[in-house]
Nanobody, 117 residues
Framework: VQLQASGGGLVQPGGSLRLSCEGS????????MAWYRQAPGNLRKLVAS???????VYIDSVRGRFTISRDNAKNTVYLQMNNLKPEDTSVYYC????????????WGQGTLVTVSS
């Protein structure tokens, strides 16, 4: 599976963005998928995950502001981000949750979200 994240950009605090992650190849639609983010100088951190059936998990700092969803027919996972804060500034990636090494799909370039006035 190859992953392509898109939808990032520059937004003011309090603004919204919708990220998309499209997967190509077999198995994407049946796997639990997750969004991660990595700020400069920090480790990549899981933000939210979604099972193939739609159940979701969020980290505390984004719960209530971010919504993860998926369209299995389109092999796409989304991250709706509302009430963005400067601390949300990161490169955002999608992949399998808590994966490492060969357990991950190739990471791709991610999409940069910058929250600044």
């Amino acid at each position: 599976v190859q992953l392509q994240a898109s939808g990032g950009g520059l937004v003011q605090p309090g603004g919204s963005l919708r990220l998309s992650c499209e997967g190509s190849g077999n198995g994407f639609s049946t796997n639990v998928m997750a969004w991660y983010r990595q700020a400069p100088g920090n480790l990549r951190k899981l933000v939210a995950s979604i099972a193939s059936g739609g159940s979701t998990v969020y980290i505390d700092s984004v719960r209530g502001r971010f919504t993860i969803s998926r369209d299995n027919a389109k092999n796409t996972v989304y991250l709706q981000m509302n009430n963005l804060k400067p601390e949300d500034t990161s490169v955002y990636y999608c992949n399998r949750p808590y994966c490492s090494g060969s357990g991950c799909y190739p990471w791709g370039q991610g999409t940069l979200v910058t929250v600044s006035s």
